[in-house]
């Protein structure tokens, strides 16, 4: 499927959309871009978009909707290393699109809660993972999540890009974004509801542009 015609699919099940397809598309190379330099993806948000954070990680680290399987090379790697067992690893891991929702660590998000401040549990995270080539996604309906702008703040301050998934008006957090994915609603529920195609559609340009050759 080429990323047209997964964009294409995505408008007509959600016509509201069609007004920031250029914001969508462009994401999306941005995405392409990170894997091919090596880079990965920080993920937050909270409530239900840190639901939404952990579920684009689940999409991207493991096959999506095309097997990506591995190269033969390593395939015979795994079975020189360990035989049956290595055969077994040869034919059922997979490639995976590096991937981290920072809202997954309840041990250390307690303890910057608790030791420093809740709003630095994701600004914290950045300061430790991020690195050359990587990409923060900040999910927020309203925008105005602190913990993501603070996480913002720190990914400017690293020199990685940031792309904002929000509601329409963008929030204090499109003065940090490199790019912002509003969609045009300002009700919670449903601002929610179109994240999640967003996000699905995201994850299947990206894979298709890697293993659709497969």
């Known amino acids: 499927m080429s990323q047209d015609e997964a964009l294409n699919q995505l408008y ?11 914001m969508i598309a462009e994401a999306a190379g ?4 990170c894997y091919s330099h090596n880079g990965k993806l920080l993920i937050c948000g909270n409530g239900g978009s840190c639901s939404d954070a952990e579920h684009m990680v689940a999409e991207l680290m493991k096959s999506f909707e095309i097997k990506r399987n591995l190269e033969p090379g390593f395939k015979n790697h795994l079975r020189e290393i360990s035989g049956s067992r290595g055969d077994y690893l040869a034919e059922n891991l997979e490639h995976g699109l590096a991937a981290i929702a920072l809202t997954s660590h309840s041990s250390l998000i307690t303890a910057i809660s608790n030791d420093m401040d809740p709003a630095l549990i994701y600004a914290q995270q950045i300061l430790a993972y991020a690195s050359e080539n990587d990409i923060l996604i900040g999910i927020s309906t309203s925008g105005n999540s602190q913990n993501i702008i ?5 990914a400017r301050a690293m020199n990685i890009k940031i792309i904002g998934i929000t509601g329409s008006t963008g929030g204090k957090m499109k003065a940090h974004c490199d790019l912002v ?3 045009p609603s300002s009700d919670t529920a449903f601002i929610q509801e179109l994240h999640r195609p967003i996000i699905h559609t995201l994850c299947r340009i990206v894979e298709n542009h890697f293993y659709g050759f497969l």
Request: hydrophobic content about 45%; overall charge negative.
């Open 12 to 22: 007509e099940r959600y016509p509201c959309l069609s007004s920031i397809k250029e």
């Open 30 to 33: 941005m995405i392409i871009n």
């Open 150 to 154: 603070d996480a913002c703040i720190a």
């Open 181 to 183: 994915i509003s969609v």
